[in-house]
C-alpha cells in the first residue's frame, strides 16, 4: 500500500541553528501536508503543497511530485519550535497517509 | 479560519466503558474523519464520512463505530473500551473532492481506558 518514510525519528538542535525534514514517498502524491504537534497535543497546520516550495518565517517547505519527496527546513531553530512534526499526503480523495513523525528538540 | 472542535479533551475510563467521543466542525466541509495517534506512529485513520448520514471504515475500524448526524457533527462510539485503545483521538475535516484537500484537525481528546 502507499506509505510514507519520515527521517530523521528524533533530531536536536541548538537554538539558531537549522536542519531539514525530509518524507519519501512510495507512489506519486497529488499533495503533501506538513504538521507540528505542539506540547499540548494540538496538531497544528504549517504547510500545504500540491507542488513547489513554501515559505513561512523560519519555515520552508518543498515537494517534488515526480521525485516523490517533501521537505520542511527549519532556521534560526527557537525553543517554541519543539514538538512532533508530521507530513501527511495524498494520492487524491480521502485517503492520506502519516509519517511516522520527527521529533525534534530545541535547547538553548 | 478553519474551525474543528471536540470534547471532551480528556477521558478517563474502565476496560468496558462505553465512550462517546464528539467532534464539530464549521467550515461547511464535506469529510470528517477520525484519527488515532499513537507514540512513534502517524496518524490511523478509524472512520470517515463525507457528509450527514454517511460512514466510511477507515484502516483501524475495529472496536469502533460511528456515526455522522449533521454536516457539522461526527461522533465516535466505543461500545466496549479496551486498554488498547488508549490513544490521542484527532477529528478533522475536509472539502473532499477528486484532489488530496487540505485537512484542518481539532485539538484531539486524550482516552485512557484503565
Known amino acids: 500500500g502507499d506509505q510514507v518514510e519520515q527521517s530523521p525519528s528524533a533530531l536536536s538542535l541548538h537554538e539558531g541553528t537549522g536542519s531539514a525534514l525530509r518524507c519519501n514517498f512510495t507512489t506519486t502524491m497529488r499533495a503533501v501536508q506538513w504538521f507540528r504537534k505542539n506540547s499540548r497535543g494540538s496538531l497544528i497546520n504549517l504547510f500545504y503543497?500540491?507542488?513547489g516550495t513554501k515559505e513561512n518565517g523560519r519555515l520552508k517547505s518543498a515537494f517534488d511530485s515526480k521525485e516523490r519527496y517533501s521537505t520542511l527546513h527549519i532556521r534560526d531553530a527557537q525553543l517554541e519550535d519543539s514538538g512532533t512534526y508530521f507530513c501527511a499526503a495524498g494520492t487524491g480523495g480521502y485517503k492520506v497517509v502519516f509519517g511516522s513523525g520527527t521529533r525534534l528538540l530545541v535547547s538553548p | 479560519e478553519a474551525a474543528v472542535t471536540q470534547s471532551p479533551r480528556n477521558k478517563v475510563t474502565v476496560t468496558g466503558g462505553n465512550v462517546t467521543l464528539s467532534c464539530r466542525q464549521t467550515?461547511?466541509?464535506?469529510?470528517m474523519y477520525w484519527y488515532r495517534q499513537d507514540t512513534g506512529h502517524g496518524l490511523r485513520l478509524i472512520h470517515y464520512?463525507?457528509?450527514?448520514?454517511?460512514?466510511q471504515i477507515g484502516d483501524v475500524p475495529d472496536g469502533y463505530k460511528a456515526t455522522r448526524t449533521t454536516q457539522e457533527d461526527f461522533f465516535l462510539l466505543l461500545e466496549l473500551a479496551s486498554p488498547s485503545q488508549t490513544s490521542l483521538y484527532f477529528c478533522a475535516s475536509s472539502l473532499g473532492g477528486a484532489d488530496y484537500a487540505e485537512q484542518f484537525f481539532g485539538p484531539g481528546t486524550r482516552l485512557t481506558v484503565l
Open positions: 467550515n461547511s466541509h464535506n469529510y
Open positions: 503543497l500540491a507542488s
Open positions: 464520512s463525507y457528509g450527514a448520514g454517511n460512514l
